[in-house]
T-cell receptor, first 113, second 114 residues
Framework: DGGITQSPKYLFRKEGQNVTLSCEQN?????MYWYRQDPGQGLRLIYY???????QKGDIAEGYSVSREKKESFPLTVTSAQKNPTAFYLC????????????FGSGTRLTVV | QQQVKQSPQSLIVQKGGISIINCAYE??????FPWYQQFPGKGPALLIA?????SEKKEGRFTISFNKSAKQFSLHIMDSQPGDSATYFC?????????????FGTGTQLKVEL
């Protein structure tokens, strides 16, 4: 079955540590996205990539970094510069030019203690 | 700056009743308005969507009503069922700027009680 796999489902890290969230898709989608979900704030775009080896900042990119070395993979690194990293992180993908029809993964809940 | 405002934040409806969730937008360049449904611990999934050239779109028990002049759109769930209990997000997008990025509302947590 085609879909998006995010791992791990739950992640705990100590404050000051960088952490990388995995996102893999087998939908053959060109575009991939990272969103952050916080209670009462909806989904906010962190980074997106329309094609391999290219990505753009979203609305809340500060303290995050990404890479897109392969079409099927779009890992997100939460750095120690992110002031409030505890959140639910969602990866999504879409057909190129149809970024409005997103397929989401099941998310990773990151807790920084 | 919130470009899509969604209300209410939470909603409790009796089984068989009508659930109504409202959204308002400011950017007149928005030209696509989807609704996403999210169950606990899962990612959102596209439920239904509308473009501004029509005032209403219906898919089963789910209907989007769109008012272009008021810059508002709403989701109506007819004959609401306990299985509809989820968080619903409205969203909007524009092709301007070369991208098709979605701007989401803040979400509505719907609970349908027996």
């Amino acid at each position: 079955d085609g879909g998006i796999t995010q791992s791990p489902k739950y992640l705990f890290r100590k404050e000051g540590q960088n952490v990388t969230l995995s996102c893999e898709q087998n939908l053959n989608h060109d575009a991939m996205y990272w969103y952050r979900q916080d209670p009462g704030q909806g989904l906010r775009l962190i980074y997106y990539s329309q094609i391999v080896n290219d990505f753009q900042k979203g609305d809340i990119a500060e303290g995050y970094s990404v890479s897109r070395e392969k079409k099927e993979s779009f890992p997100l690194t939460v750095t120690s510069a992110q002031k409030n990293p505890t959140a639910f992180y969602l990866c999504a993908s879409s057909i190129a030019g149809q970024g409005t029809v997103l397929t989401f993964g099941s998310g990773t809940r990151l807790t920084v203690v | 700056q919130q470009q899509v405002k969604q209300s209410p934040q939470s909603l409790i409806v009796q089984k068989g009743g009508i659930s109504i969730i409202n959204c308002a937008y400011e950017n007149t360049a928005f030209d696509y308005f989807p609704w996403y449904q999210q169950f606990p611990g899962k990612g959102p999934a596209l439920l239904i969507a509308i473009r501004p050239d029509v005032s209403e779109k219906k898919e089963g028990r789910f209907t989007i009503s769109f008012n272009k002049s008021a810059k508002q759109f709403s989701l109506h769930i007819m004959d609401s069922q306990p299985g509809d209990s989820a968080t619903y997000f409205c969203a909007a997008s524009s092709k301007a700027g070369g991208g098709n990025k979605l701007t989401f509302g803040t979400g509505t947590q719907l609970k349908v009680e027996l």
